[in-house]
């Protein structure tokens, strides 16, 4: 299986900071990665696909970037609504999920 | 818009069959760019892909745990069924079904595809 490592594992940061969350293929998957946010007791909400497409709906504050094996999300300025868990994906060969970073209010 | 609601028993006993229902009303694929999806996320750990069926009855499974499922569709219901074999502690976890959604075949002739809509999930517990 193809391996995805995200990092960091938690992130704190404040409204109105830019964070970044990285993810590593184990092998190239060319631009199959989708991101994801999860919030407890809420369904999980797709964010990017394609690795750089925003999710109609989804605001603009986020962005996807990268090609091959690595990935970033960027959220350039933090919302109060934006702490939660987010979590890469790739579709290459079969669906795998990266460990899930959890970012927190600092 | 489409809505997925997961339904099933919070509670089996190891070598128990799990047997859980996604419904969603209003979703009726018929051909290979959409389907459903079941994937699951053990307490504090991260998300799993299990299985996925498409409009046209496709299946696939996650290779690990293929010997152990089985995903069916019911259209004139709205349902997708999963069924998980010979049930284990390690099988504990919050239990997702989603929509899936290809959005186009890119030069590679690859599906560009991700999971659009998600349930809230439902959670089973595997113990004696």
């Known amino acids: 299986d193809i391996q995805m490592t995200q990092s960091p594992s938690s992130l704190s940061a404040s409204v109105g900071d830019r964070v970044t969350i990285t993810c590593r293929a184990s092998q190239n998957i060319y631009n199959y990665v989708s991101w994801y946010q999860c919030r407890p007791g809420k369904a999980p909400k797709i964010l990017i696909y394609a690795a750089s497409s925003l999710q109609s709906g989804v605001p603009s504050r986020f962005s996807g970037s990268g090609y091959g094996t690595d990935f970033t999300l960027t959220i350039s300025s933090l919302q109060p609504e934006d702490f939660a868990t987010y979590f890469c994906q790739q579709s290459y060969s079969p669906y795998t999920f990266g460990q899930g970073t959890n970012l927190d209010i600092k | 818009q489409i809505t997925l609601k997961e339904s099933g028993p919070t509670l089996v006993k190891p070598t128990q069959t799990l047997t859980l229902t996604c419904t969603s009303p209003?979703?009726?694929?018929?051909?290979?760019?959409?389907?459903v999806g079941w994937i699951r996320q053990p307490p504090g750990k991260a998300l799993e892909w299990l299985a996925l069926?498409?409009?046209?009855?496709?299946?696939h499974y996650s290779p690990s745990l293929k010997t152990r499922l089985f995903i069916t569709k019911d259209s004139s219901t709205d349902q997708v069924v999963l069924t998980m074999t010979n049930m284990d502690p390690m099988d504990t976890g919050t239990y997702f079904c989603?929509?899936?959604?290809?959005?186009?075949?890119?030069?590679?002739?690859?599906?560009?595809?991700?999971?659009?809509?998600w349930g809230q999930g439902t959670m089973v517990t595997v113990s004696s």
């Open positions: 069926i498409y409009g046209d009855g496709g299946e």
């Open positions: 989603a929509h899936f959604k290809s959005y186009y075949y890119d030069s590679r002739g690859f599906s560009v595809d991700a999971l659009i809509m």
């Open positions: 209003g979703f009726g694929a018929s051909g290979s760019a959409e389907g």
